[in-house]
């Protein structure tokens, strides 16, 4: 059955799936495991919110609005509004940096 479906991707020109590489499932193992240690640690120590995935905060948010508890909902609402001023703000340096003279574009790297 291999055969066949290696025949197929060769006669309708498919591209071949790529081989998984070693060292990528090692960085994408660490980058988990060193994002759930922050949130374990952020959490846990500063307040029972998330700094590094917003979808925790806007879960305690929403738990919290619908509950009636509006002080611990309103915990949530300063990481999220940061979340969401960076990302307005890295827009923002990408669009201003593509309008810039690639001279210049090329030495702020």
């Known amino acids: 059955m291999d055969h066949l479906r290696i025949n197929t991707r060769i006669r309708f020109n498919m591209p071949f799936p790529p081989k998984p590489q070693p060292d990528t499932l090692l960085s994408a ?3 988990g495991a060193t ?27 929403g738990i919290s609005a619908c509950s009636g508890d509006w002080h611990q909902a309103a915990r949530h609402l300063a990481p999220i509004s940061a979340f969401i001023v960076g990302v307005m703000a890295s827009r923002c ?17």
């Open 93 to 109: 340096l990408r669009e201003l940096r593509s309008s810039m003279p690639r001279s210049l574009s090329s030495a702020l790297r």
């Open 29 to 31: 193992l660490l980058l």
């Open 35 to 61: 994002g759930g240690l922050l949130d374990a640690v952020v959490y846990t120590l500063h307040g029972h919110v998330f700094a590094n995935a917003m979808t925790g905060n806007v879960i305690l948010l």
